[in-house]
């Protein structure tokens, strides 16, 4: 199954997300979308795992080490 990363900053949104919906209607796709520093949380498809990085643990699920682990495991990664 295809692994698709998106790097969503809040200037690219409007962009980005007419693409991640079409690629999330892949079949057997897998989307990620990760919201970067000042990221409000866009309206996303059903099925489309969204994280956030953040500096402060409590406001994100996603720390650098594990940004790095994401991108190099993803088939395809896409920043915005």
Excluded: C, N
């Amino acid at each position: 199954m295809p692994h698709i990363l998106h790097l969503l900053k809040a200037s690219a949104s409007e962009t980005a997300l007419p693409v991640i919906e079409r690629q999330s209607r892949a079949p057997g796709t897998r989307v990620t979308v990760v919201l970067l520093h000042g990221v409000s949380f866009p309206r996303l498809p059903d099925g489309v795992t969204v994280r956030r990085l953040g500096e402060d643990r409590s406001a994100a699920d996603l720390t650098y080490a594990d940004l790095l682990d994401l991108i190099f495991t993803a088939d395809s990664v896409l920043a915005w």
